[in-house]
T-cell receptor, first 117, second 114 residues
Framework: QKEVEQDPGPLSVPEGAIVSLNCTYS??????FMWYRQYSRKGPELLMY????GNKEDGRFTAQVDKSSKYISLFIRDSQPSDSATYLC?????????????????FGSGTRLQVQP | DAGVIQSPRHEVTEMGQEVTLRCKPI?????LFWYRQTMMRGLELLIY????????DSGMPEDRFSAKMPNASFSTLKIQPSEPRDSAVYFC????????????FGPGTRLTVT
């Protein structure tokens, strides 16, 4: 079993829909959670990060962490065709600059999202 | 700012050949990461450096893989000899000490070993 699980999709939604992307994890030591977006043939880019449990909002994007369930989510409101990409969750047990171990940052395999105009 | 620069962007080689991938991190960043991405295994961390020193290379699949960072502006990932199962997209990423949450990824090198 992978340490971080993510449904690969593809997830296809109409423009304007609310999108929910999710990851589950097994390592209860994870405290730092990040969402990266990866366009086709490009490298991933950071969208948002959160620490511990709770919500964080940035424009149309909301990141949610439920540590009791080992479950994180990314919500996209008013989705646009330009949001079509692969979304990867990533997590770390230690504050990223103090990484010392193999699991410095563990990525999910990514969910491919397609927003239809 | 040019971002993280990787070369070559595409590499096609035959099994048994040596492959060298190159990376120039963003100026001023003190951490550098090498990742491999495949459909089957997703994004895997191979090795990372802090201040040019390798911190953790336990993600390197086997002795055929080696990485160096001779200075703060250059790193290489070498595969010798290459095998078809090494076919993947290899990403280099860098990170600044003052912004530990964000890794800046390069465009990747798409490697095909036939």
């Amino acid at each position: 079993q992978k340490e971080v699980e993510q449904d690969p999709g593809p997830l296809s939604v109409p423009e304007g829909a609310i999108v929910s992307l999710n990851c589950t994890y097994s390592n209860s030591a994870f405290q730092y959670f990040m969402w990266y977006r990866q366009y086709s043939r490009k490298g991933p880019e950071l969208l948002m990060y959160t620490y511990s449990s709770g919500n964080k909002e940035d424009g149309r994007f909301t990141a949610q962490v439920d540590k009791s369930s080992k479950y994180i989510s990314l919500f996209i409101r008013d989705s646009q065709p330009s949001d079509s990409a692969t979304y990867l969750c990533a997590m770390s047990a230690s504050r990223p600059h103090m990484d010392t171990g193999r699991r410095a940052l563990t990525f999910g395999s990514g969910t491919r999202l397609q927003v239809q105009p | 700012d040019a971002g993280v620069i990787q070369s070559p962007r595409h590499e096609v080689t035959e099994m048994g050949q040596e492959v060298t991938l190159r990376c120039k991190p963003i100026s001023g960043h003190n951490s550098l990461f090498w990742y491999r991405q495949t459909m089957m295994r997703g994004l895997e961390l191979l090795i990372y450096f802090n201040n040019n020193v390798p911190i953790d290379d336990s993600g390197m699949p086997e002795d055929r893989f080696s990485a160096k960072m001779p200075n703060a502006s250059f790193s290489t990932l070498k595969i010798q000899p290459s095998e078809p199962r090494d076919s993947a997209v290899y990403f280099c990423a860098s990170r600044a000490l003052e912004n530990p949450y964000e890794q800046y990824f390069g465009p990747g090198t798409r490697l095909t070993v036939t």
